[in-house]
């Protein structure tokens, strides 16, 4: 799905990822974990492939495709979602046409004619009632006015609708009371098939418990310092991230 | 302040085509009276030029010059597709103007005509002298500006338009204004609009070029009445080719208990001058003025606006909107006058504008004068470029980056166009807005 390797990118003269190497295959979910400024956003942005980063060095295979070579609305129409970890407002852009033009240049760039409009209701109705969005916040515009938990759900809809193959989810539970966490997690759960994957890139365990990965990865000083099976997360979740970075330093 | 050669020779080319518009209309002694008083204040003012505070980031000496017939004959026909006009608002009572002047053959007349009375100026000159002389030129008398002085002195060709007390029309009147010329010619249209108290009516006024290359100086004024608890929309759409120039007026008084909502587009023109002046005479009365403005390449407007606030209880509201692309620029200036005995005046003004590229500008000035001391006021102005982060979102959703920056535009201009009432023609505003980004 895609293979991510020695990926130096930063801010300016500030490198943040210091040789990323990842590789994720179809149907697998990773998660990304780490403290702050460990450059798990970073990773995300650069990827979705906003402008303000500056890649050195390595690259990034998506689907056979070089993924840096391509434009952030190309990366979107190749399958890749980013899940914002703070999902802008944008007053006057209706969701629901954004997501329908969206949806139609995707489908374009496939060779597909646009949905019908009764179809594109029909799938809208759908998602909506999986991520339990409610009605009214589909039809106004994009995140505005929405409380923190709406947004977060929102973004899950956006990625239900358009079905990507590799979606990645910067910190989707952060500032999410439970309940929320739950819905967000079943609507991820209820798109995980053989085919699609997930990052998720994610502060706390706690996520986990409800999206169960494949791999867990630590992050640290942007690189991967550790990897394992999902018992990784609970250990870290036990001792904190010090004593990877105490190992990591000793490794140095 | 020096005036130019070629400057004084169009003043007196002017001053003759006043000598022979005077001794050709047919008018009362006192309306002559103050078509001299009009042409003399002209003659005090010149024509604006940059040294004029007003005009300060628009000096008209350059458009002026190119201007070579003062008083252009007025023509029958044109060659115009009427339907199109008509497409923007099916349901209602269209009027089409040739350079002003009313074309009874493409226009709704007779229907119109069982609703109110109407007619062009001068037969109301003729048929409603009384009414006639009590509106022409009135509310200039607050505002000296050399345009509107011109118009008043010269300007014959426009419409009367005369709703009864409690009058309610049943469908929105368009006038649509087509210019035409061979020669550069300077083309004034004076419209007087009364509405008569519990009179309410939507009236949405368009403006378009024949042709899409000719120069020509459209110089139009309106005067507007709204009377005691009548409500009066009144939506502009400015659509003309990008070699011509439009300076209008708008002069209102309201009354006790009124409303007048005004909404002026601007799209087309090379170089557009909007006045709009109202007076709030009457307690309650409420007034909204909102605008916007989308400009390219060299294409250059400035927005007047001034809201003279004279008695207690009024509110204002203004919210007016400018995209500029390549070199076009913009002006707004907005001025809100509360008079000493205007206790509980309500005046808000915002002017927010977003320049799409470096060459791009804009000129904001808010001039708040408030005389009263219990009043709430407040203006705000903003010039920004495109937000960055909310393209990023929607590319990263798979729209094109022209996509993407279109809906920002779109969104952007949609809370102007949503305060338009009369829905066929919000929907015609947003599709074309549409169309103009090539959504």
């Not at chain 1, 033009?101 to 009764?118: D, F, T, V």
């Not at chain 1, 009632?129 to 039809?139: P, S, W």
């Amino acid at each position: 799905m895609i293979r991510i390797k020695n990926l130096r990118a930063g801010i300016g003269d500030k490198e943040i990822l210091k040789g990323f190497n990842l590789e994720v295959k179809p149907g697998e979910v990773h998660a990304i974990m780490g403290p702050n400024g460990s450059g798990k956003s970073t990773l995300a942005n650069v990827l979705a492939g906003k402008e303000d980063y500056t890649v050195t060095e390595g690259e990034v295979i998506f689907n056979g495709k070089d993924l840096l070579e391509m434009s952030p609305e190309d990366r979107a129409r190749e399958g890749l979602f980013l899940a914002f970890q703070y999902p802008i407002e944008i007053p006057g852009v209706s969701n629901i046409n954004f997501l329908k033009n969206a949806l139609s240049e995707i489908r374009n760039y496939r060779g597909l004619p646009p949905l019908e409009a009764k179809d594109f209701l029909a799938l809208i109705k759908e998602k909506q009632a999986m991520v339990e969005l409610q009605g009214g916040l589909a039809n106004r515009s994009v995140n505005e006015g929405f409380s923190g938990g709406e947004k977060k759900r929102n973004e899950i809809f956006q990625m239900a609708v358009l079905e990507p193959a590799l979606a990645i989810l910067d910190e989707t539970d952060s500032g999410l009371d439970i309940d929320a966490l739950r819905v967000v997690a079943n609507g991820v759960n209820k798109l995980r098939n053989e085919k699609r994957s997930f990052i998720v890139i994610t502060h706390y365990q706690r996520l986990l418990d409800y999206i169960i990965p494949d791999f867990v990865h630590v992050m640290y000083q942007g690189q991967i310092v550790k990897s394992g099976p999902k018992e990784l997360a609970l250990e870290l979740e036990e001792k904190g991230y010090d004593w990877i970075k105490k190992e990591d330093e000793s490794i140095v | 302040m020096s005036t130019t050669l070629p400057l004084l020779s169009q003043q007196q080319a002017l001053s003759d085509a006043f000598k022979s518009v005077s001794s050709l209309l047919d008018e009362r002694i006192s309306l002559k009276t103050l078509r001299k008083k009009a042409w003399d204040n002209f003659t005090i003012l010149g024509f604006p030029n940059k040294s004029n505070e007003e005009y300060k980031y628009s000096g008209t000496e350059k458009l002026i010059e190119k201007i070579e017939c003062w008083n252009p004959e007025a023509l029958t026909t044109v060659d115009f597709d009427f339907d199109k006009v008509r497409k923007i608002n099916p349901n209602a009572y269209h009027l089409f103007l040739i350079n002003g002047k009313l074309m009874p053959v493409v226009s709704d007349i007779e229907l119109l005509e069982k609703e109110c009375s109407f007619c062009s100026l001068s037969q109301a000159a003729k048929d409603y002298p009384e009414m006639f002389e009590k509106h022409l030129g009135q509310s200039s008398i607050h505002f000296q500006d050399a345009f509107a002085q011109i118009n008043l002195a010269l300007a014959h060709e426009g419409l009367f338009i005369h709703m009864k007390p409690k009058q309610k029309l049943h469908k929105t009147i368009q006038i649509n204004q087509i210019f035409t010329t061979e020669t550069p010619s300077f083309i004034q249209t004076h419209h007087i609009i009364i509405a008569e108290a519990l009179s309410e009516a939507n009236i949405i006024e368009t403006y378009w070029s024949a042709d899409n290359t000719i120069f020509y100086f459209g110089n139009h004024l309106t005067e507007i009445a709204v009377s005691e608890q009548a409500q009066l929309n009144y939506y502009r759409l400015q659509h003309e080719n990008t070699s011509a120039v439009h300076v209008s007026t708008i002069q209102a008084t309201q009354q006790k208990d009124s409303h007048f909502d005004t909404n002026t587009i601007s799209i087309g023109g090379f170089w557009t001058r909007n006045n709009l002046n109202i007076i709030l005479e009457g307690k309650n009365a409420v007034s909204h003025l909102n605008g916007l403005q989308i400009m390219s390449h060299q294409q250059h407007i400035d927005n007047h606006t001034l809201v003279d606030h004279e008695v207690p209880h009024c509110e204002s509201n203004q919210l007016y909107k400018g995209i500029f692309n390549q070199k076009s620029s913009g002006v707004f200036n907005g001025k809100i006058f509360v008079r000493k005995d205007a206790q509980k005046t309500n005046a808000y003004q915002s002017s927010k504008n977003m320049l799409l590229s470096e060459n791009a500008t804009i000129n904001t000035k808010p001039q708040l004068e408030i005389y009263a001391d219990d009043v709430k006021c407040s203006h705000g102005s903003s010039t920004g470029k495109i937000d960055e982060s909310a393209l990023f979102y929607l590319q990263a959703r798979g729209l094109s980056t022209d996509s993407a920056r279109a809906m920002l535009m779109c969104a952007f201009a949609n809370d102007v166009i949503q305060t338009i009432r009369i829905e066929p023609f919000k929907g015609y505003l947003e599709s074309l807005i549409e169309d103009y980004f090539n959504l």
